[in-house]
């Protein structure tokens, strides 16, 4: 109880480094520091991460292909919003409901939550709750001093991993670990396709060789990342574009069981879809946008499944926490930067200059 008055009391107010209007640069800005309720935990920010995901919600819309946009305004996203969702940071206050809270321990924050109330948040399937109040989109993330977080449940211990490396699992990780949950179990053997060879591919790769499996397709565009791909362990690399369907296919020695698409352009996934086996699966995680035109009698009869996949569960990061922490899966390089310089590191990824994951760290973590 000391500790968290004297936390507390350290600070009155929240800062955080916010969009205030779209497209401009960020802002600090100070807000009250809110005083947890109910089964509410307040944290003291030590990491963030920043995502490509805070691009879209810096500029306010996602593009779906021939000039439509999907507004995050309309999507209930208010402005000003302190962003960042791969948050990892200290424990400072919990509400009465909140149980008994490890004061001043360290812990992933969680951000996909939901309603709270809905069967699947009760299931713990946060993410795919109807009305989703994810941290750092719908309530205020870690571009700030302080986040407060709707439930202890939402925080996950992240053992003795580097926090910068485990702040990135709460977006980065479990996108990458939900998707390949969805295509295992398999015997290691039979070769996974992965589509596109980023970030998110490469994590895939250091994943699924984390699990035991032994054969990993991985196609891309430039040769680089082909190049890169092998070099994380990938065993076969094709070209994608035109006839990228029948590479695929070949280099797996028949036709897919299993396609994970990062990428998810129109071109990429007709290309996964149409190298699938019988019974095979191709799953859609990417946000390139396009669309997709299906032989509906083909997929009855091939038995296909074509399914979406967005972020992970709690249990999931758990689970990737897990695996980390037995050294099983380094994970993608981090470069350091001070919370203060949250705008210019989303200009960087704007400009497609970054390697790796961006990490804000406090100036005390
Ligand atoms: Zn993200
Ligand atoms: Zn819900």
Known sequence: ?????????????????????????????????????????????THCGVCHSD??????????????????????????LAMGHEIVGRIRAAGPDAGVVPLGARRIVYPWVGCGVCARCRAEEDNMCATPASIGVFRHGGYASHVLVPHPRHLIDPLDLDPA???????AGITVYSAIAKVLPRPAEE???L?????????????LRALGHRAIVVADLAAAKREAALAAGATAVVAAGE?????????CGGPAGAVIDFVNSSATAAAGYEALAKGGILVLVGLFGGGLTLKLPLVAMRALTVRGSYVG?????????RLAAEGRFAGPPLTR?????????????????????????????
């Open 337 to 365: 930067l001070p919370m203060a310089q949250a705008g210019a590191a989303l200009m960087r990824l704007r400009d497609g200059a970054v390697t790796g994951r961006q990490v804000l760290v406090a100036t005390d973590a």
């Open 165 to 171: 490396l485990a702040a990135t699992f709460a977006c």
């Open 195 to 207: 589509v596109g060879a980023g970030g998110l591919g490469i994590s895939a790769i250091g994943i």
């Open 313 to 321: 569960s709690p249990a999931d990061l758990a689970a990737l926490v």
């Open 191 to 193: 070769p996974i396709v």
């Open 1 to 45: 109880m000391a500790e968290m008055k004297a936390s507390v009391l350290k600070a009155s107010v929240l800062k955080a480094w916010a969009v205030v209007e779209n497209g401009a640069p960020l802002r600090e800005i100070a807000l009250p520091l809110p005083e947890p309720r109910g089964t509410e935990v307040l944290l003291e920010v």
């Open 55 to 80: 691009l879209h919600i810096w500029e306010g819309y996602y593009d779906l292909g021939g000039g439509e946009r999907l507004s995050l305004a309309e999507r209930g996203v208010k402005l000003p």
């Open 243 to 251: 006839g990228m369907a029948a590479r695929l296919v070949a280099a």
